[in-house]
Each structure stands twice: as structure tokens, then as C-alpha cells.
């Protein structure tokens, strides 16, 4: 496939696509395709489905048979963009130039074809998603990436223009802001937590929405944890996740802006008071709140540094296989290993993983092939 890929590459002039449609209910299979359309140099820019209505004989009879076809659509970047690259090289600069020439390729308005008319999340603006696909094109080209991700999660709402979770180029947002005036009905993409990033993306957006304590969180977050976690992965215990990641209101000082808002539109003995209010820090006490950018830089590079701490117990495992391990951990140590040219730890740490845990992530796989051919190649 990386070799067709490659063809189709050479042929395609810059600043234009190609779509590749698939079916596969293997995580394995999908991660393969991105990581390979990514390997040769395209970037992935809107992944949705296939709706076909006729079924398949296989599709009709078979309970585990996938319903509809994947469409990946990605694009080969413009000349522009690659020559401004390689007279700079990998800079700040050239990050915000890849996100720029990036969101200029995505879509700004997707909506639901039934009735009511529904306005679509669109997964790739998603800043993270968008931080990874960065990420990915500097990888690609062999240098190391210009900027971390909480560096990169505090610029980009200065940079660009954020609604609805979505980051836009200026008149993207005018245009996505008149559909929202005719749909003001935004459907949300499905969140499942199957991983540590996912469990924290879900805190996120429950704690933006409802500042809640711990109690509260709780019975809310235990069902989220089901079928759909992955195998051999672990995920930390609730309070090391709000620890690490969130933010508690401890009943001293004025209450955060975000606890006060949802307090005085949620409880009516909040509505209208200062948020030095007794009674509004009496509400607000041992709720967790989301950290505005700045102390989320904090909270990244602490965490970040805990991260690689256990990523040495992996490298220093003497066993065959690592039977269960953390995904964040290991995204962070081949992030790190990666960054330090030490492809061996790569490449060491992946052959003592379970290869669903390797196949099944596209970040671990895109590291290893990549440090596999920098091996190879001697480098």
C-alpha cells in the first residue's frame, strides 16, 4: 500500500487530493493506511463514512461485518509550503505556517443530510488533532517538532479563531457562524473512553459543561469504562486523572469565572452574587474546573515529566512481553526518544509490546516505522 501510495504522490500535482475507501473492522488495518498515506507525504484531512444502502452478502449475514465503508480523504501539501520549509527548517514559525496552510484544506461546514438538519462536529479541527497532524508532517521530514503541546494549545486560540471546540481561519468562522445562525443545533462526535487521552478528553468536556466535585464525577465517569477500553491498557485511578490534569476549587479567594458562570445559571441562591460571595464559594468548594491555558501549561509539563519517569520502568523491563502498560507513557517516551535520535529505545520498547498495542495507536506505529527506517538507512 505505501508503495501505491507513493505513486500516487509522485503523480499528483501540490495542493491536490486523493480519496481512499475502505472496509476493515480492525483498528490495526486503519492505523496502517493513515501511517503509510502519511509516511509518503500526504496529510489526512477528513476521515468520514461511506453509506452504500445496498449491503453486501457478507454485510448482511455476518454480525461483526462493518455496515459502511471508510473514506479517508488527504491531500499532497502545495509547493509553497514545502519550500518555505526547507529554506527555514523546522521552526515555531513553520508550525504555525503548517497549521495555516492545514485549516485552509478543511472543510468549514459539514451538516447532517436528515431532517432536522444537524450541524457535524468536524473531528480535524480539533486542536489536538490538528497539534498531531503537525506533529506528524516535522516527524515525516526527519527534524524534531518545533513546539510542545501545551505551548501549542495556549497560541492557537490567539492565533486562530475557536467555536464549538473547532479552530478556523477568520472567514472560515464567518462562514461556519451563518450555518450556525440557520442550524444552531451542533451535534457532538461520540466520545468513548478507551485510553487515558480519551478518559481525559471526556473529564474535559463533562467539567467544561458541569464544574462538578468529586462525588458527583464519579457515578458519571465509572460507565464510560466498559467494552470499549483497550486491551492491556491501563488507565489511572479518577483522582490521579483530576490531579493531574484539572484544577479544585478549595473555598479560598474569589471563585473561578467558569464554576461562578455554571453556578449562577444551575442554582437559583447563586444567581446574581459576586463570586466572593459565602454562598457562591460555599457552592463552589472541592469542585474541579478546567484550567485556562496558561496553568494548563503547568499542569502539561508536570505531567509530561511524571510521564517520562514511568516510561524508565518500561525501558528497564527484562521480560519477553509488557503485558499492560500506558499508552500516554509510551507516546511520551517514544515522543521523547525520538526527539534524542535514540531510535534503539523505539525499537526496543515496541518488540516487548503486545502488537495490538503498537498496531492499534497511530502515533507508536508512525514512530516506529520512522525509526525502523532511520535504522535501516543508518542514520
Not at 473529564?203 to 469504562?225: A, C, D, G, V, W
Not at 520502568?313 to 515522543?335: D, H, M, N, P, Q
Request: with cysteine; proline share 5%; aromatic share 10%.
Amino acid at each position: 500500500m505505501q508503495r501505491c501510495f507513493a505513486e500516487y504522490y509522485r503523480v499528483l500535482k501540490p495542493g491536490r487530493w486523493m480519496t481512499v475507501v475502505f472496509s476493515n473492522s480492525r483498528a490495526a488495518v486503519w492505523n496502517a493506511i493513515q501511517v503509510a498515506l502519511q509516511q509518503v507525504g500526504f496529510v489526512v484531512a477528513e476521515v468520514t463514512t461511506l453509506d452504500k444502502v445496498n449491503l453486501s452478502f457478507q454485510q448482511v449475514v455476518s454480525p461483526n461485518a462493518v455496515k459502511q465503508d471508510l473514506i479517508i480523504s488527504a491531500y499532497k501539501p502545495n509547493g509553497g509550503l514545502e519550500e518555505r520549509f526547507n529554506r527555514t527548517g523546522a521552526t515555531v514559525d513553520s508550525a504555525w505556517d503548517f497549521v495555516q496552510t492545514h485549516l485552509k484544506q478543511l472543510p468549514a461546514v459539514k451538516v447532517t443530510s436528515g431532517y432536522p438538519q444537524e450541524l457535524l462536529n468536524i473531528v480535524e479541527r480539533d486542536p489536538r488533532r490538528i497539534y498531531d497532524r503537525m506533529a506528524s508532517w516535522f516527524i515525516r521530514h526527519g527534524t524534531m517538532v518545533p513546539i510542545s503541546t501545551p505551548e501549542f494549545l495556549a497560541e492557537l486560540p490567539v492565533r486562530f479563531r475557536e467555536m464549538d471546540g473547532m479552530v478556523f481561519l477568520p472567514d472560515q468562522l464567518v462562514e461556519y457562524e451563518k450555518a450556525r445562525s440557520r442550524i444552531p443545533q451542533v451535534k457532538q462526535a461520540e466520545l468513548f473512553v478507551s485510553d487515558e487521552r480519551s478518559a481525559i478528553d471526556w473529564l474535559t468536556n463533562f467539567l467544561l459543561k458541569r464544574p462538578s466535585t468529586r462525588s458527583e464525577i464519579h457515578p458519571e465517569y465509572i460507565p464510560q469504562i466498559g467494552s470499549a477500553k483497550r486491551k492491556g491498557e491501563i488507565i489511572p485511578e479518577l483522582d490521579d486523572l483530576l490531579e493531574d490534569n484539572f484544577l479544585r476549587y478549595d473555598g479560598d479567594g474569589d471563585v473561578p469565572n467558569q464554576i461562578s458562570n455554571y453556578l449562577s445559571k444551575n442554582f437559583h441562591d447563586c444567581r446574581g452574587l459576586d463570586k466572593s460571595h459565602p454562598v457562591m464559594r460555599s457552592r463552589a468548594k472541592d469542585r474541579w474546573y478546567v484550567p485556562d491555558p496558561n496553568k494548563a501549561q503547568d499542569l502539561e509539563k508536570k505531567r509530561e515529566k511524571a510521564l517520562l519517569k514511568e516510561f524508565e520502568t518500561y525501558k528497564a523491563f527484562t521480560g519477553r512481553k509488557i503485558k499492560e502498560s500506558r499508552l500516554e507513557v509510551l507516546r511520551a517516551g517514544f515522543r521523547a526518544a525520538w526527539a534524542a535520535k535514540d531510535y534503539q529505545t523505539i525499537i526496543g520498547i515496541a518488540n516487548k509490546l503486545p502488537e495490538e498495542t503498537l498496531q492499534e495507536d497511530e502515533k507508536l506505529l508512525t514512530l516506529f516505522d520512522l525509526a525502523l527506517t532511520r535504522t535501516e538507512d543508518g542514520l
